[in-house]
């Protein structure tokens, strides 16, 4: 059983941590083993997360003023947190999968970006494109109409060319 200096120590290291994240999801955890939360943890960080299981009466103190206060609602029976200052989406990716072969591991609900999201909502952020993905789409959707530009810009060259080497040819002939 913690003390109350040592569960308002933990809940002043959350809160700091807490305030540079944009990723905060909620899950239940029902009879994970040992090694299968070492190897969901090894993959959250992976994705640039944490993921840790802490005392609902903590994360409370925790988010108590902020602007995830409205968590505190959804912090009843067994939670795990799982969260991130990257790419939410990387984040719920790995998440999706993992609950996918470990179904003890539900969703529950999230935080993002200052909106809390039930279940089902959170589990759609892991059918988007990750940031990387957009971004290359943005990429090559900017390249595609400096291609066409040039293209269109070098046919009325090649076919100047083409035309002068007929023309020539006919001279010669």
Do not use: C
């Amino acid at each position: 059983m913690l003390t109350k200096e040592q569960k308002r120590e933990q809940s002043d290291q959350l809160r700091e941590t807490f305030s540079g994240i944009n990723t905060l999801f909620l899950l239940e955890n029902h009879g994970l083993s040992v090694n299968e939360v070492n190897q969901l943890r090894s993959n959250v960080r992976r994705s640039n997360g944490t993921y840790k299981v802490v005392k609902n009466s903590v994360v409370k103190l925790a988010i108590d003023g902020t602007d995830k206060a409205d968590l505190a609602g959804h912090l009843v029976g067994p939670k795990a947190l799982a969260w991130t200052e990257g790419d939410p989406v990387a984040l719920a990716k790995v998440l999706k999968e993992f609950t996918k072969d470990h179904p003890e591991l539900t969703w529950h609900a999230a935080w993002l970006e200052g909106q809390i999201l039930e279940s089902s909502e959170a589990q759609k952020l892991a059918e988007l494109p990750s940031r990387e993905e957009l971004i290359m789409r943005l990429l090559f959707m900017l390249q595609s109409p400096i291609r066409r530009l040039a293209t269109a810009l070098n046919t009325p060259i090649q076919n100047l060319a083409s035309v002068l080497g007929q023309v020539a040819e006919n001279k010669t002939e």
